[in-house]
C-alpha cells in the first residue's frame, strides 16, 4: 500500500471517529490521531464538526493541540507549552518530524546547525539519526546528508497540510507562473 493510500485511509478512519465522539471524547481522538505513526495530515480532522465546536470550551486544548499538528512546528510547541497539554514521546517525534517537513517547504538545503536548533538536537551523530531513522525510512523526506557541508539536501518532502490563508498565495504563485 501506498503512502499516499494509507494516509486517505487513515484520515478517513479518524475523522469518522471524531464525528462519532463530543466534548472531551475528541480530545482523546485527537490525542490517539496526533501521536500516529504514519498520519502526517490533519486539516480534514479540524474540519469535523464536532472538533471545531471544541472552540471556547473547557477542551479548546485539544483544538489547539490539532492545530499545532497540521500547521505548526516543534519551536511553535516550546513557544506555547503552558497552554497545550504535555505531549506523549510520540507526539514529540511526529511534531519534529512535521518540523522538518516545514523547513524542507522553503528551502532544500537544510543546514546542520539550523535543524540542530529547531529539532533540540545536541549532536551531528543524533541530527543524523533521526533524519534516516524518523524521516527518509518514514518515507516523509527523501534527500542526502551532506557531513562535509553539514547540511541535508532535500530532493523530496511530502506537503503539510495548507495554513489558513496560504490557499489564496498558492493560487497566485501558480498564476504568476
Not at 92 to 117: C, G, I, S
Request: hydrophobic share 45%.
Amino acid at each position: 500500500m501506498d503512502i499516499e493510500q494509507k494516509q486517505a485511509e487513515l484520515i478517513d478512519h479518524f475523522v469518522k471517529k471524531a464525528s462519532a465522539q463530543v466534548g472531551s471524547a475528541i480530545g482523546a481522538v485527537i490525542v490517539e490521531a496526533t501521536s500516529h505513526a504514519s498520519l502526517f495530515a490533519f486539516s480534514e480532522i479540524l474540519a469535523v464538526p464536532t472538533v471545531a465546536e471544541l472552540e471556547g470550551t473547557e477542551n479548546s486544548v485539544y483544538l489547539e493541540l490539532l492545530r499545532l499538528f497540521a500547521h505548526g512546528t516543534w519551536s511553535d510547541y516550546k513557544s506555547n507549552s503552558g497552554s497545550l497539554p504535555q505531549l506523549l514521546p510520540d507526539q514529540v517525534l511526529k511534531l519534529k518530524q512535521l518540523t522538518v517537513l516545514t523547513l524542507a517547504e522553503t528551502n532544500k538545503v537544510l543546514p546542520y546547525d539550523q535543524l540542530m536548533l529547531e529539532l533540540d538536537v545536541t549532536n551531528v551523530r543524533e541530527l543524523e539519526d533521526f533524519i534516516i531513522n524518523e524521516c527518509i525510512y518514514a518515507g516523509i523526506v527523501r534527500g542526502k546528508l551532506d557531513q562535509l557541508r553539514r547540511c541535508f539536501e532535500v530532493q523530496f518532502a511530502a506537503g503539510r497540510d495548507l495554513r489558513p490563508g496560504q490557499l489564496g498565495s498558492m493560487i497566485q504563485t501558480l498564476s504568476n507562473w
